[in-house]
């Protein structure tokens, strides 16, 4: 029975502590505070218009504020500072001046739960628009695909599409031939990447307007392997003008080793394998020359010629 009546007594001492931390939190959230929080800056303008300069991606701010207002506003996390230039289609270029009163009055209106907003920084923007442009440039991948130990990318990375659509104002697009992924970064890949979804950089935001935002990235994945290769033959690739010299090689055929992706190795057809030298008649008669190899897919290299170097000799035919 004791022992019953010990239970509920801590229940009721942790019903009241409980009720009683309730009670303190909603009295707190009630009181004013200052917070200082970091805002997005967007600028809100028409299609044909663009940015000729960039403008700082968020603006800090003070404000003073309810415990339940601040609490609402950072949970929602959507809150922002949009600019509102006025719209003049005819100028090529113009500058708009944004001062701290109208700094106050755009950052109010995304904060409408603040008491007063009592400091912005920078207290003053410059805008300078211009009318808008685009082109198409390239789209190049960013990151590093590591594979698991025993495995290797085949080939260059693959994205789709290829180019992307960039509109700003002629003066921002000038400079621009090409633009980029966001960074990414896979680890202990063991198999191919298959369309994987990553973003456009937007490193100019307001400035350049990139379309589309997401590209597909792919990339062939095998495991690594070696295949010999014997009796390759040579060929040489100089011209012989001089129709009664015979080019004799010794050895005539090589072997050689080549190191890639298992699933190219094994499709690898040696009839279609060639090594070549390059040894013109009547300047070297007689010497080494080290083979090279003719028609290897991409994605493969060659470890090792055997062997490394052949003798060759321009006979005279009677």
């Avoid at 009318?131 to 693959?158: D, H, W």
């Avoid at 104002?169 to 000038?174: I, Y």
Wanted: with cysteine; aromatic share 6%.
């Amino acid at each position: 029975m004791s022992q019953r009546n010990n239970k509920a007594s801590v229940w009721r001492v942790l019903g009241a502590v409980f009720f009683a931390a309730l009670l303190w939190g909603i009295t707190a959230l009630s009181d004013t505070y200052i917070s200082s929080m970091s805002l997005p800056l967007r600028v809100d303008l028409p299609p044909d218009q663009a940015l000729l300069e960039p403008l700082p991606s968020t603006i800090q701010v003070t404000l003073r504020a309810s415990g339940w207002a601040l609490l609402k506003m950072k949970a929602a996390g959507q809150t922002e500072c949009v600019l509102h230039p006025a719209v003049r289609g005819q100028e090529k270029q113009r500058e708009v001046m944004v001062d701290r009163t109208a700094l106050l009055t755009e950052v109010r209106a995304g904060l409408p739960g603040a008491e007063q907003v009592t400091n912005v920084y920078p207290d003053s923007l410059t805008m300078v628009i211009g009318r808008v442009a685009s082109k198409r440039v390239p789209l190049i991948p960013v990151g590093a695909i590591n594979t698991r130990q025993g495995f290797e990318v085949i080939g260059s990375y693959q994205i789709a599409p290829d180019s992307v659509t960039i509109i700003g104002s002629t003066k921002a697009l000038q400079g621009i031939t090409a633009w980029t992924t966001e960074p990414i970064q896979l680890e202990d890949i063991h198999q191919p990447v298959s369309r994987m979804r990553i973003r456009v950089s937007d490193t100019l935001p307001g400035v350049v307007r990139p379309t589309p935002l997401i590209a597909e990235l792919s990339a062939d994945v095998q495991e690594t392997a070696e295949r010999a290769f014997p009796d390759v033959p040579i060929i040489n690739r100089a011209a012989a003008r001089d129709t009664t010299l015979k080019l004799v090689l010794q050895p005539e055929r090589v072997e050689i080793l080549v190191r890639g992706g298992a699933r190219d190795l094994s499709r690898l057809n040696p009839r279609l394998l060639r090594a070549w030298i390059d040894v013109a008649p009547g300047i070297d008669t007689l010497g080494y020359a080290r083979p090279r190899l003719l028609n290897l897919p991409p994605g493969l290299r060659v470890i090792r010629f055997n062997p490394e170097r052949v003798r060759y000799l321009w006979r005279k035919e009677r």
